[in-house]
């Protein structure tokens, strides 16, 4: 069973940037069968969709977000990755990692890690 | 503004059926049988629930069904039981640059 584990600063100051990474285990990255995404939720407000990337690094993002947006993949390390510039306060969110199946659907998410961006 | 439009709130006695709606337009709902369904209960991950508007994955109670019609898609749960209260979110796909919408929420409480 696939089970994903985001990691990074649970602080950013305003203006820099914001790094995630998102650990694949129980199944291979390079499998084909997902697309391998960033959702963030700031508090107590919905889902919003950051951007996926395929193994091959074909990368599809947000057009809300896509001048700061940049997720890569490293296969070898089984993780993917997201950056986030220019960030302000209202970037602080839970942000999630999860698989998107070629159903078009989100089927399995991480636990999700909080990023507060202040001074 | 959420593309999707669902209700902020519903609620039923255990044992009822609710259902919550879910209405966007021609380029994402109405267009597409990509439309999905999330319940997250507090402080936690989503958890997929229906996925192609009516199939849902394994280990989903039947309980849980989901339909469309046109623009507004829909998710059931029959037999409420208190362990339903969560809020739920739709998606689906879009033909926008944006790729992949999702509604606003909608809190389901059990009364």
């Known amino acids: 069973q696939v089970q994903l584990q985001e990691s990074g600063p649970g602080l950013v100051k305003p203006s820099q940037t914001l790094s995630l990474t998102c650990t694949v285990s129980?199944?291979?990255?390079?499998?084909?069968?997902?697309?391998w995404s960033w959702i963030r939720q700031p508090p107590g407000k919905g889902l919003e969709w950051i951007g996926y990337i395929y193994y091959s690094g074909s990368t599809y993002y947000n057009p809300s977000l896509k001048s700061r947006v940049t997720i890569s993949v490293d296969t070898s390390k089984n993780q993917f990755s997201l950056k986030l510039s220019s960030v302000t306060a209202a970037d602080t969110a839970v942000y999630y990692c999860a698989s998107f199946t070629m159903s078009r659907a989100f089927d399995i998410w991480g636990q999700g890690t909080m990023v507060t961006v202040s001074s | 503004q959420s593309a999707l439009t669902q209700p902020a709130s519903v609620s039923g006695s255990p044992g009822q059926s609710i259902t919550i709606s879910c209405t966007g337009t021609?380029?994402?709902?109405?267009?597409?049988?990509?439309v999905s369904w999330y319940q997250q209960h507090p402080g936690k991950a989503p958890k997929l629930m229906i996925y192609?508007?009516?199939n849902r994955p394994s280990g989903v109670p039947d309980r849980f069904s989901g339909s469309k019609s046109g623009n507004t898609a829909s998710l059931t749960i029959s037999g409420l039981q208190a362990e339903d209260e969560a809020d739920y979110y739709c998606s689906s796909y879009t033909s926008s640059s944006t790729l992949k919408v999702f509604g606003g929420g909608t809190k389901l409480t059990v009364l």
């Open positions: 129980g199944g291979s990255i390079s499998s084909g069968d997902y697309y």
């Open positions: 021609s380029s994402d709902v109405g267009g597409y049988n990509y």
């Open positions: 192609e508007v009516s």
